[in-house]
């Protein structure tokens, strides 16, 4: 069982440039949930989704796509990196009592 | 909307000494109320939720309606306590939408 799993740990961006980091989850949940992580700032919600085929806005959605491609998979993209999105992302899945499962995260860096 | 605060961004204390992690929250129907324990370059975990009324690593919270809060506490601080502390409010109405704190730093001083 190795629960929320995400790729990439790491990656540097140049702004401009696209990339896509991908959650997966095996607990058979069915909400998911893309967070940054920014210091000072705790963790902020991007989007989420209820379940497979549906996503909704979070708090801070912009210059981000997801996809739930089934109910394992809910990836993010950015399409074209920005500064402003340096950050630590964070996937979690959502259990049986509401609690949060929360993959290892992604330290990105746009430069 | 929901709210979540929680006031001190760092709280150090000595080991030994009691620990208070406060958190407030803003919210119109009946909360769900968590904390969470994210340890230095790891994942935030699941400390402990106001449902089950558990003790978890010598923490506790107890959910006050009445002045909207739902502290973490612990008597005697050690140093392996030392992390971010997130305290969490899930919408039980409908869609389960989580709202988190800004989190506190604590600090335990050897």
């Known amino acids: 069982n190795a629960g929320v799993t995400q790729t990439p740990k790491f990656q540097v961006l140049k702004t401009g440039q696209s990339m896509t980091l991908q959650c997966a989850q095996d607990?058979?949940?069915?909400?998911m949930y893309w967070y940054r992580q920014d210091p000072g700032m705790g963790l902020r919600l991007i989007y989420y989704?209820?379940?497979?085929?549906?996503?909704d806005k979070g708090e801070v959605p912009n210059g981000y796509n997801v996809s739930r491609l089934n109910k394992r998979e809910f990836s993010l993209r950015l399409e074209s990196a920005a500064p402003s999105q340096t950050s630590v992302y964070f996937c979690?899945?959502?259990?049986?009592?509401?609690?949060?499962?929360f993959g290892p995260g992604t330290r990105l860096t746009v430069l | 909307a929901q709210r979540v605060t929680q006031p001190e961004k760092l709280l150090s204390v000595f080991k030994g000494a009691p620990v208070e992690l406060k958190c407030n929250y803003s919210?119109?129907?009946?909360?769900?109320l968590f904390w969470y324990v994210q340890y230095s370059r790891q994942r935030l975990q699941l400390l402990l939720r106001?449902?089950s009324r558990e003790s978890i690593k010598g923490f506790t919270a107890d959910l006050n309606k009445g002045e909207t809060s739902f502290h973490l506490k612990k008597p005697f601080a050690q140093e392996e306590d030392s992390a971010m502390y997130y305290c969490?409010?899930?919408?039980?109405?409908?869609?389960?939408?989580?709202?988190f704190g800004i989190g506190t730093k604590l600090q335990v001083i050897p």
């Open positions: 989704s209820a379940s497979e085929g549906t996503t």
């Open positions: 106001h449902i």
């Open positions: 969490a409010l899930s919408d039980s109405g409908g869609y389960q939408k989580v709202t």
């Open positions: 979690a899945s959502e259990g049986s009592y509401n609690e949060q499962f």
């Open positions: 607990m058979n949940h069915n909400s």
């Open positions: 919210y119109s129907g009946s909360p769900e």
